[in-house]
Structures are given as structure tokens and as C-alpha cells.
């Protein structure tokens, strides 16, 4: 059976830190307590979306149904191997043995490497059709 996407449940599973990154790389103003914000604590993170223009609300939708898409061990898996064809060539799996699990790396790898998390989507998307 296929992972489904359901928004609360990756805001509760993706660390505050990469959501605090996110919001600051999207000029989503966000007056959140981060330091003393508890890893559940995802309401302020959700009030901050909300009350963020609706083409914004519709893109962080978008970007995290993307990133939830290759949080899983293919995914994560491609991600590495588009970083290595990547030009420049960028090894992943250092960063990844310090990052957390599937949903962060993916999630990191988003913000500060889209085009590869981009890539890495697309051929995972084609891989499943080829091996289903």
C-alpha cells in the first residue's frame, strides 16, 4: 500500500529546525518561540502558514507533498545518487550518517539542494513505474 501525505502528520515528523530554515527561505513571518518550541509543538508552525497569502499556503503545500515523496529509503536513495551526477558532484551520505531519518534528509536535501531533491523526485517517480 502506497505512504499517503497528511500535513499534520509530516509537521510533526520533520524536526523545527528544517521548518524554521523553510520559513525563513520563503519570507513566511513567523514570531515562534523556536527554542523553547517542542518538537510536536506544530501549531505555530501551522498559524504561520495560515496566515501566510494563499499562493504561498498553495506552494508550501506543493513543496512539502514533494519532499514527503521521496522521504523513504528509494527516495532517499536516488537522492544520493543524483548528488554523486550532480555537477558538481555532491556526496550526501557523510551528511546523511548525521542527519536523522528519511523525512529530514529529504527535507534538508529540499533546502539547501533543491534541484538535486527535484531530480531525485522525478527519477524515483519513473522508477516506481518501471519496477511496479
Same mark, same amino acid.
Given at each position: ?8 502528520? #509530516? ?7 528544517? %521548518? ?7 519570507? !513566511? ?19 504561520? !502558514? ?13 513543496? #512539502?507533498?514533494?519532499? %514527503? ?26 551528511? #546523511?550518517?548525521?542527519?536523522?531519518? %528519511?523525512?529530514?534528509?529529504? #527535507?534538508?536535501? %529540499? ?22
Amino acid at each position: 500500500m502506497p505512504r499517503q501525505y497528511f500535513p499534520k502528520n #509530516f509537521l510533526r515528523r520533520a524536526p523545527n529546525k528544517l %521548518f524554521r530554515q523553510y520559513l525563513a527561505q520563503h519570507d !513566511i513571518v513567523a514570531d515562534i518561540a523556536w527554542d523553547e518550541l517542542r518538537e510536536i509543538d506544530i501549531q505555530p508552525i501551522l498559524d504561520a !502558514i495560515d496566515k501566510a497569502p494563499p499562493k504561498v499556503q498553495k506552494e508550501t503545500d506543493t513543496d #512539502f507533498r514533494e519532499i %514527503f515523496k521521496v522521504a523513504d529509503q528509494s527516495g532517499v536513495r536516488t537522492i544520493i545518487e543524483e548528488g554523486r551526477n550532480h555537477k558538481p558532484s555532491i556526496d550526501l551520505a557523510p551528511t #546523511f550518517e548525521k542527519i536523522g531519518g %528519511f523525512l529530514e534528509r529529504s #527535507f534538508w536535501t %529540499f533546502l539547501n539542494h533543491k534541484s538535486i531533491c527535484d531530480v531525485a523526485r522525478k527519477f524515483d517517480y519513473a522508477d516506481t513505474l518501471i519496477f511496479e
